[in-house]
């Protein structure tokens, strides 16, 4: 079934010029591109699409870290979309995530992981409002 994500290339993928490499691993799986911005956020915009972690003691310097400059953010469509996209991202921590994934290939990082899917259909729903609302 056809699905759109929300995928976010973070300030780690922007600051080490992996923004062309990481879309094209979306692009050459056969995903479509919906929509596409370069945008720095701030903290108000970290905390709503991490809603689910803001009371964790790790997210204060996830917010410090996902404001800390420019992010592409991106909504992709294609079959199966949500779990292809976190297939393609791979495990959040760089230094488990599998060779030939993203994260596994690029990151050495639980935190700066690169990459962001939404995680669930109604996730997706909620995070395209919030980052596309006139999707
Ligand atoms: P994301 O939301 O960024 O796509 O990553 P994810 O689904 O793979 O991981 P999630 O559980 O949603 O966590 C969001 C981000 O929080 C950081 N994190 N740190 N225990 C920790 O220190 C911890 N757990 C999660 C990661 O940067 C992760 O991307
Ligand atoms: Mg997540």
């Known amino acids: 079934m056809s699905q759109r994500t929300l995928v976010l290339l973070k300030p780690d993928t922007v600051r080490r010029g992996l923004v062309g490499q990481v ?11 919906v929509a596409m911005e370069l945008r720095t956020i701030d903290a108000a915009q970290a905390d709503r699409h991490y809603a689910e972690h803001v009371e964790r003691d790790f997210y204060p310097p996830l917010r410090d870290f996902v404001t800390s400059g420019p992010l592409v953010a991106l909504v992709v469509e294609g079959d ?9 991202n791979g495990a959040t921590d760089g230094r488990k995530a599998a060779p030939g994934t993203i994260r596994g290939d690029l990151s050495l990082s639980n935190r700066e992981n690169l990459v962001h899917g939404s995680d669930s259909p109604e996730s997706a729903e909620r995070e395209i409002g919030l980052w596309f609302p006139h999707l």
């Open 80 to 88: 199966e979309a949500i779990e292809v996209v976190r297939a393609l």
């Open 23 to 33: 879309l094209s691993r979306l692009e050459a799986k056969g995903l479509a591109l």
